[in-house]
């Protein structure tokens, strides 16, 4: 009946305009109604400008019948009457109504923004739209088929029934949010829309709800919608959903963000509609009710890596179709109000049981592999020392990160350490070198509680030969030690308390790694291009082990992670020498290929069933290594660095560090 007053009102009053444009410059108030009625006509209230209106169904700005009006606000729209809008759109197609300042409506029934049978109309809020009364809302349109409603700033609503964005009968919109959306009384949603076939309602921002049946978004009846939530959707009252899809037809909802609801009744997700897909990769949570209640016929729920849900899960009306991607590892459980699960596609090792299913996820063990070969590559690049002195009484520091781009956890490795050795030469220009050291490393996922948090201890000891020849240079590397792998596998479980839980386990077993190298310089003065070949081979040993912790946890058999490196380097070194200083610096640039030879499949048991776990890893790895390396010494004294970069294509990229000090004898 309130809508049918506006419409009448506004009808009425529009016989009697004519065309007109406006501008309300800075310093001046108007205290009447200012009109936009011809076609591509303007109005403009400039910063610092004002509209201030008192009487009831009196507005701000009225735009009549012309299409290509466009109204502009940088300044000050103020109404307190009964039925008073800031912007009254009625009928103008293809309008665009922009606000960079404030729109402050006070009355009951009032609108910040109003627009009917008004198609194609483009709202775009920058500032701030405030209502304080009864049923007033901050954007709200009718009768209009594809509009836009855009919201980068404020929209504030305190009163009962006081929607923040309203649309109704209005196919083919597109409602978007990158601000603040908050209500703060009963009824009251943050976006609802009524009959709006094809619309997208698309939230990247927050919306913040604070009232009894008050939902984040309000889809109502609108068939073939897209819903997606990429920043928080936040609701603390009583039967207060997240989003609430009400007797809708073929609506997507995706949801990569937070959707936290913590009233009774409240569901995250709740839904009464027909072919629903729900696709997740975010946070979905309810306190005290469902994190998503389904009462649809048949629905789909899709779980993308990193996707938490925390709290009961329930399909009442319909069997629940489960899709679930590579990547995840998962407990899911149906409530006992639930229907069991419907058709199942999930593409990682599964157990499903009635109203429950386990997903273990390969992926995770990824990292491994990326640690082995990082320790490696780490230490026998501390090991190549520039200065290459005699006696010499040497520490090194060192530290890598490398960043995983093809996994579904996009894992980071980082890691750090040290080694200590004492170097000395025999019959001429052969020297042996003695050392030992640790290395500590973290491996942890993009996403803060997916996939597999790894600490890495290696504690090692060996030594170095090189061999001077008039044809190059030779070297052989070995080093012989000993590995820990503290790992927690995160499993993401809805009924947990914070929708995840950890499967803890301690693998140890030996390490080893060895190089063998060539290198020829070729010297002009000052001047040293030199070019070089290595194969570094890399492998750890793990026993028999298993996680503890969860109902989940996997049992592991013994095997082993074994790869070989080989890398060709072409380098640019300049040597200045004098009688007690000196210095040595190369560039370099090269390839490298990585080849594994064990540790890609890894035979598990989870729930007395036996798996064998192909861990989606490349056996064959090219990249390009670039960097730089060199000595300063003076008398005694000598320090050294050795950077390192490294981009293998698809797969990642990794950088090392070495810096170190010697003393010479």
Request: glycine residues 12%; charged residues 15%; proline residues 2%.
């Amino acid at each position: 009946m309130r809508n049918w007053k506006v419409t009448l009102f506004s009808v009425l009053q529009l016989s009697t305009l004519s065309a007109a444009s406006f501008v309300v410059p800075d310093g001046t108030t108007e205290t009447t109604t200012q009109e936009v009625t011809g076609a591509n006509e303007t109005g403009l209230i400039e910063k610092g400008g004002a509209i201030k209106t008192v009487p009831d169904s009196e507005h701000a700005v009225l735009m009549g019948m012309g299409s290509g009006q466009s109204v502009t606000n940088d300044g000050t729209l103020l109404t307190e009457g009964l039925f008073s809008f800031g912007v009254n759109n009625q009928g103008s197609e293809n309008a665009t109504i922009t606000n960079r300042g404030t729109i402050t409506t006070s009355g009951s029934d009032g609108r910040g923004i109003f627009f009917e049978l008004s198609p194609g109309t483009a709202i775009l809020n920058e500032g701030t739209i405030e209502t304080s009364n009864e049923a007033a809302f901050g954007v709200f349109g009718s009768n209009s088929a594809k509009n836009s409603i855009t919201n980068s700033g404020l929209i504030s609503t305190s009163g009962e029934n006081a929607n923040a964005i309203f649309i109704d009968s209005s196919p083919d919109s597109i409602v978007t949010n990158s601000g603040s959306i908050k209500t703060s009384s009963w009824d009251a949603k943050g976006i609802e829309a009524v009959l709006c076939d094809d619309s997208q309602f698309i939230n990247s921002g927050s919306i913040t709800t604070l009232g009894f049946e008050s939902y984040g978004i309000f889809n109502r009846e609108g068939k073939r919608c897209v819903i997606d939530n990429s920043g928080s959707i936040i609701t603390t009252f009583d039967d207060a959903s997240g989003i609430f899809d009400f007797f809708s037809e073929d609506v997507v909802i995706r949801n990569s963000g937070v959707i936290e609801v913590s009233g009774l009744d409240a569901a995250g997700i709740f839904s009464t509609g027909s072919n629903l897909q729900i696709i997740n990769s975010g946070q979905i949570s309810s306190k005290e009710g469902f994190a998503i209640w389904l009462q649809a016929e048949n629905p789909t729920l899709t779980l993308l890596p990193c996707s938490r849900i925390i709290g009961p899960l329930t399909s009442q009306n319909d069997l629940l179709n489960l899709n679930v991607e590579k990547g995840l590892n998962l407990i899911l459980t149906l409530d006992e109000t639930s229907m069991d699960f419907g058709k199942v596609n999930i593409e990682d090792p599964y157990i499903l049981e009635p109203k429950m299913v386990t997903v273990v996820s390969p992926s995770s063990f990824a990292v491994q592999s990326d640690a082995v070969v990082d320790i490696s590559e780490t230490l026998l690049n501390a090991l190549d020392d520039p200065c290459c002195r005699c006696s010499n009484l040497w520490a090194a520091g060192f530290g890598s990160t490398r960043c995983r781009w093809d996994d579904p956890e996009k894992y980071r490795y980082d890691q750090g350490g040290f080694l200590a050795g004492f170097n000395f030469c025999f019959f001429g220009c052969n020297s042996l070198n003695f050392f030992g050291g640790l290395v500590h490393g973290r491996g942890r996922p993009d996403t803060e509680g997916c996939g597999l948090d790894l600490n890495a201890n290696t504690y090692v000891g060996g030594l170095a030969y090189q061999g001077q020849t008039c044809v190059g240079s030779f070297e052989a590397k070995a080093l012989l030690g000993w590995s820990r792998f503290d790992q927690d596998r995160n499993i993401f479980y809805n009924l947990a308390e914070d929708g995840l839980i950890q499967a803890h386990s301690e693998r140890s077993g030996y390490f080893t790694t060895e190089e063998l190298g060539y290198r020829y310089d070729c010297c002009f003065g000052l001047w040293c291009p030199s070019v070089s070949a290595k194969a570094r081979y890399a492998g750890l040993f793990f026993g028999d082990d298993a996680e503890t912790g969860t109902e989940a946890n996997l049992a592991f058999s013994s095997y082993s992670i074994q790869m070989i490196n080989v890398r060709a380097l072409f380098g640019a070194g300049f040597s200045n020498h004098r009688d007690c200083y000196g210095i040595d610096v190369e560039p370099f640039v090269g390839i490298n290929g990585r080849f594994q030879l064990s540790g890609l499949s890894q035979k598990t048991t989870l729930l007395g069933e036996e798996f064998d776990l192909q861990i989606p890893l490349n056996d064959r790895i090219a990249g390009v290594l670039f960097g730089i390396k060199g000595c300063f010494w003076v008398g005694c004294f000598n320090i050294f660095a050795n950077l390192e970069g490294l981009v293998e294509g698809d797969h990642g990229s990794r950088f090392i560090g070495v810096g170190g000090i010697g003393y010479t004898f």
